[in-house]
């Protein structure tokens, strides 16, 4: 850890004089750290031992405290690693269309999008169908890590109609959202979401960019999105790091004959 113990626990407590007060002491000041952001979204606490002597607390009282701290959603323990800060998971509102920037911006995160690579090539067959394009028509391609607070939560591969968003080839788009720079340079407003979503494995790529290890789960979600006018503007494959994002919808049963 980079964070040194003094500026996670203000003040020592000294000799515990009760160890209701000693833990419930020993929680307030381990909740004001987590406020403060001493600890990120998914790092670890310090050992036991190093946490509960610099607080002035015994290991008994000091497992009290991160029990409650646990038990609130606020911290995890793994038995073989200790103690850890949850990471954020993000998804989308249910039934509502949002750009990754807009997810991360609602959570109070700032939203990173570094770009891979982007270039012009002919449409292959699957994609001339989905975007309802001749074959071998030419489309604009997009890789790239997006990010939340600096962590890396997906990477994307976005293919669009090169008719439709010349503008784009050479704008810039680091650290920035890809609807809005639609509607902002070309005009395009984006309005609906055909979305699919399964679980995965991994490659080494996508494990290298996401920084997990090859083989761990990931959710990858292939999209076709519409204008208002229910003309194709883009597809997407999209992998998202398994524990960092969420899928959530809004499912109807059909009514059936009152």
């Known amino acids: 850890m980079s964070h040194s113990l003094a500026s996670v626990t203000g003040v020592r407590t000294g000799t515990e004089t009760g160890s209701g007060t000693a833990a419930q002491l020993a929680y307030s000041q381990l909740a004001d750290a987590l406020r403060r ?75 990173s999008s570094h770009i891979l690579a982007r270039s012009t090539r002919p449409a292959t067959f699957d994609e001339a169908d989905r975007l309802r394009i001749a074959p071998s028509s030419t489309v604009l391609e997009i890789h790239r890590v997006r990010g939340m607070d600096a962590v890396p939560v997906c990477v994307d591969t976005t293919v669009l109609v090169a008719a439709r968003v010349g503008g784009l080839v050479d704008a810039d788009l680091e650290d920035r959202s890809l609807y809005e720079a639609l509607e902002a340079v070309c005009g395009v407003v984006v309005a609906r979401s055909s979305y699919a979503v399964q679980a995965r494995a991994a490659d080494r790529r996508s494990a290298r960019l996401l920084q997990v290890a090859e083989g761990s789960p990931v959710l990858v979600g292939q999209e076709v999105t519409y204008d208002s006018a229910e003309v194709p503007v883009l597809t997407s494959t999209t992998v998202y790091r398994g524990d960092a994002y969420r899928f959530q919808a809004d499912l109807y049963r059909p009514l059936r004959g009152v």
């Open 37 to 111: 952001g001493v600890y990120g979204n998914g790092t670890r606490l310090p050992g036991e031992r190093d946490l509960a002597a610099h607080l002035g607390v015994s290991r008994t009282t000091l497992r009290q405290a991160l029990g409650r701290l646990a038990d609130e959603g606020q911290l995890e323990r793994s038995s073989q690693r200790g103690w850890f800060v949850p990471r954020r998971v993000v998804g989308e509102p249910p039934s509502v269309l949002q750009s990754f920037s807009e997810m991360a911006r609602a959570r109070g995160l700032r939203p």
